[in-house]
C-alpha cells in the first residue's frame, strides 16, 4: 500500500537526516516488528552506511533496539510517548461505540480519518469481521487526493490546500476535482471504487463540529467486490447516521487539535 | 528528576540533529501534553531559530502538532507506534497482576527496570496509592550507578559495562561499586536511599531467566520517610517473593530483547 512517500524526499538538506530517521523508524509496526538491515536499506533507500549510522544512533537514543543478527526493532524508549500519544488522539469512548457499532451493521473496517496537511490520516479504527478486509494503519498518512474519506477532508479544507496539492501533483485535474468536491459537499457522502488501491472501495461522511467545520471523516472500507450497488445504499445510510452522531457526540479530547 | 542527559550532549555532528529532536520530543508526556516555544528554548538549550526548523520538520513529519499559540504537542504521526511499542515492551498480563498485588501489599509504586546499554529503563509501571510517591516515568533512561533497581541490574551485566561506566564517570569509586553489586549479588536484593534522588527510596529483586540470568529488576521505590526499618523488612521480602514468581511464570514477549 502506497504510503504519502517517504518523508526524507520532503525536507530540505538541514532537517533531512530527522526525517532519514523517521523513515527508519516508519518501516517498524505492529505487522513488521523486526526489520533486517537489508530490508532497511532496500525500502529506505538509504546507503547502507548511512543506514547503519542511523540505526545506531537511534539505538543509542532507546529508539531502536539492535537484535545482534542484523535486524532491528523498536526500542523501549517509545513507551515514554506511548500513553501520550494515545491520549492525545484517540477518540472518546462514545465514538468507538459508535465505530464498533457500524462494524456490526456492514461487517467492513471503520476507520475515523484526519487531514494532516496534504495527507489523511486514520486516528481510529475497528477492523471488519472478514478475513479479506481493508488494512489501513492509524498514524499513517495516505493521500489526500484519493479515496472516499479523502474527499469529504477535502470538501472541508481551504482552496489554499487544493492549491498546494496541485503544486505537489500537477498531473491533478483540479477543475475536476473542485467540482468533485463541491458535489461530495453538498451530496454529504462519497463513495469511492479503487481509487486508492486498485480492489479496494469505501463509502465515507463528514463528521462536523457544532459549527459546521468538517472536522474528520468517517469510512467504511473494504474489497470492492463487497462493495454492490445494493449494500452501498445501505453503508451510505449508516455511515452517514453516524457521522453525524460521532458529530453530536464530539470526537473526544482530539478535537482540540482539529 | 534527572535523566541520563540530553540526547544531543551523547552523539557526534553527523548525527546531532536526529539527537535534538528527540530532546525535544522527549519533553511531551503524560505530565506535558503541550509545551510552550519558550518552555522548549529553556529545556533543550536550543537556540529559538533551530527549535523552531527542528518543530516544523517533525510538524511536516506528523510527530508534533503546532497549536497556533506558540505552544506545541504531540502529533497523531505517534500512533503507528503505539501498538507496537506497546506489544512489544509491555510486559504479560500475569506480571502485570503479580505487580498490582505488591502494590497492594505494600501501597507504593512498583517497577519493572530492565538495563539499556548505561541507563535503566522501566518497562511496566504500576502506580502506588499515596498521594506522594514515586514518579519515575516508563521509557525514559535513568542512571544505572544509582538506586536499587540499577545495583540490581548491575548485579547482571559483564564487567565491560562497569569499565564504561567508570569511562563516563571517573569519579566513580569503582572498587566499591564493584564490591557492593556483587554483595547485593549475593544478597538477592537492594536497599537505596536517596541515591537516585534526596528522599526517595527503594528496594529492589532481581528477575532471573531460566538459565539464571538477570532479566530485569523488581522495584518498590517510595518516600524515605515511608522507608521504615521495619517496613523495609516486609519489603524485601515481597520483593523477592514477587521477582521470582515472575521469572517463573516468564516477563512475556519482551523476554526476546533482554
Known sequence: MAEAGLAADKVDGG????ARAVDVLRLFDVDHPRRTLREIVALTDLPKTTAVRVLATLDALGL???LRDSSYSLGAGFLRWVD???????????????????VDTCGETVNVYIRRDLSRVSIAQVEGTATVR???????????????????LLGGASESVLRQLHERRPDLDLDSLCREVLGIR???????????????????????????????????????????????VRYVDAVTESAAEIGSIGLGSVEAFL
Open 186 to 232: 453538498q451530496a454529504g457522502y462519497a463513495v469511492t471504487h479503487g481509487e486508492r488501491e486498485l480492489g479496494a472501495s469505501a463509502v465515507a461522511a463528514p463528521i462536523l463540529s457544532a459549527d459546521g467545520r468538517v472536522l474528520a471523516a468517517l469510512s467504511i472500507g473494504g474489497p470492492t467486490s463487497r462493495f454492490t450497488a445494493d449494500r452501498v
Open 64 to 66: 531502536i533496539v539492535d
Open 134 to 152: 481493508s488494512v489501513v494503519k492509524t498514524g499513517v498518512p495516505y493521500p489526500l487526493e484519493t479515496g472516499a474519506a479523502g474527499k469529504i
Open 84 to 102: 501520550l500519544a494515545g491520549s492525545l488522539w484517540e477518540v472518546g469512548a462514545d465514538t468507538r461505540r459508535v465505530m464498533t457499532r457500524l
Open 15 to 18: 532537517v533531512r537526516s530527522i
